[in-house]
């Protein structure tokens, strides 16, 4: 696959997984375009190159990441983490607020967790393959992660 | 509020898509030019530098006559002097935003000026 056709396909996604990592939209793009350019210096493409390009963003955001601790700054200055799926609805739009900031507040495996099973949509399998634990571990952080929303929205209404 | 309806509820949003952020893409397009002009002059000297402003000018060219931007012809051309360089010039190409507004020809005008106050 060329870079432009990877690029259209897997970008939207790629970006969305950085974005739960780092809870920043401008540290996730330029995730994501650090892993394209990775891709592009290779010197032999990768056998795989969708794997490759989620564990490279990955591995840059959790770089990013660990680099700055501007996290939960950038989370109230930047762009939402959670859009409502059907735009209009004040009840939504509301609580996409609420709950960004919510999951900004996780520790970054518990909010990697959860966005990849709730909003992406992945088996716990999945998610831990993807971030090389078991799949109980995977399972454990979105139980943890998602008792803490709880807590926090609970306690802001 | 339990966990099961905090979730019915969570599942009717979903991770905010990218943001057409122009000036900030382009700025950051910029900036990794600069970085790879830095590269290249150790690497390759000067010939290559000025290859790749060359490649950085082709591909800014149609964004200023008629956007959307689409990718260079010449990048076939840079491609068989350096397939690496063409490689790269064409991931930064993508970075490019490609909405047709006025303000961000502006823009990246101002970013060409950048490019060629920082590679000679």
Same mark, same amino acid.
């Given at each position: 696959?060329?870079?432009?056709?990877?690029?259209?396909?897997?970008?939207?996604?790629?970006?969305?997984?950085?974005?739960?990592?780092?809870?920043?939209?401008?540290?996730?793009?330029?995730?994501?375009?650090?892993?394209?350019?990775?891709?592009?210096?290779?010197?032999?493409?990768?056998?795989?190159?969708?794997?490759?390009?989620?564990?490279?963003?990955?591995?840059?955001?959790?770089?990013?990441?660990?680099?700055?601790?501007?996290?939960?700054?950038?989370?109230?200055?930047?762009?939402?983490?959670?859009?409502?799926?059907?735009?209009?609805?004040?009840?939504?739009?509301?609580?996409?607020?609420?709950?960004?900031?919510?999951?900004?507040?996780?520790?970054?495996?518990?909010?990697?967790?959860?966005?990849?099973?709730?909003?992406?949509?992945?088996?716990?399998?999945?998610?831990?393959?993807?971030?090389?634990?078991?799949?109980?571990?995977?399972?454990?952080?979105?139980?943890?992660?998602?008792?803490?929303?709880?807590?926090?929205?609970?306690?802001?209404? | 509020?339990?966990?099961?309806?905090?979730?019915?509820?969570?599942?009717?949003?979903?991770?905010?898509?990218?943001?057409?952020?122009?000036?900030?893409?382009?700025?950051?397009?910029?900036?990794?030019?600069? %970085?790879?002009?830095?590269? *290249?002059?150790? $690497?390759?000297?000067?010939?290559? #530098?000025?290859?790749? @402003?060359?490649?950085? !000018?082709?591909?800014?060219?149609?964004?200023?006559?008629?956007?959307?931007?689409?990718?260079?012809?010449?990048?076939?051309?840079?491609?068989?002097?350096?397939?690496?360089?063409? %490689?790269?010039?064409?991931? *930064?190409?993508? $970075?490019?935003?490609?909405?047709? #507004?006025?303000?961000? @020809?502006?823009?990246? !005008?101002?970013?060409?000026?950048?490019?060629?106050?920082?590679?000679?």
């Amino acid at each position: 696959m060329d870079l432009e056709a990877s690029f259209r396909t897997l970008g939207p996604r790629l970006y969305r997984y950085a974005l739960a990592i780092l809870a920043s939209s401008a540290d996730a793009e330029e995730a994501v375009q650090d892993a394209f350019v990775s891709l592009a210096e290779a010197r032999t493409p990768p056998r795989e190159e969708a794997r490759w390009l989620v564990r490279a963003v990955r591995n840059g955001a959790y770089k990013r990441l660990g680099r700055s601790r501007r996290r939960l700054e950038l989370l109230r200055q930047g762009a939402p983490l959670l859009v409502p799926r059907e735009s209009g609805d004040p009840v939504d739009a509301d609580m996409a607020r609420k709950a960004s900031e919510a999951l900004g507040k996780l520790p970054v495996e518990q909010r990697e967790a959860v966005a990849l099973h709730l909003f992406e949509g992945l088996s716990f399998r999945e998610i831990g393959e993807m971030t090389e634990v078991p799949e109980d571990t995977a399972a454990s952080r979105y139980r943890y992660g998602i008792e803490k929303m709880r807590e926090v929205l609970d306690e802001r209404s | 509020m339990s966990v099961p309806e905090l979730e019915a509820r969570l599942r009717r949003l979903r991770l905010a898509e990218p943001e057409p952020d122009l000036g900030g893409r382009v700025l950051e397009t910029a900036l990794s030019m600069r %970085r790879l002009g830095r590269q *290249l002059r150790l $690497a390759w000297g000067a010939a290559a #530098a000025a290859a790749l @402003l060359a490649a950085g !000018t082709c591909w800014m060219e149609p964004v200023r006559s008629q956007p959307p931007i689409r990718m260079p012809e010449d990048l076939a051309s840079l491609a068989e002097i350096d397939p690496a360089l063409a %490689r790269r010039a064409q991931v *930064l190409a993508m $970075a490019l935003p490609r909405e047709d #507004a006025w303000d961000t @020809l502006h823009t990246r !005008t101002a970013a060409m000026k950048t490019l060629e106050g920082e590679i000679p």
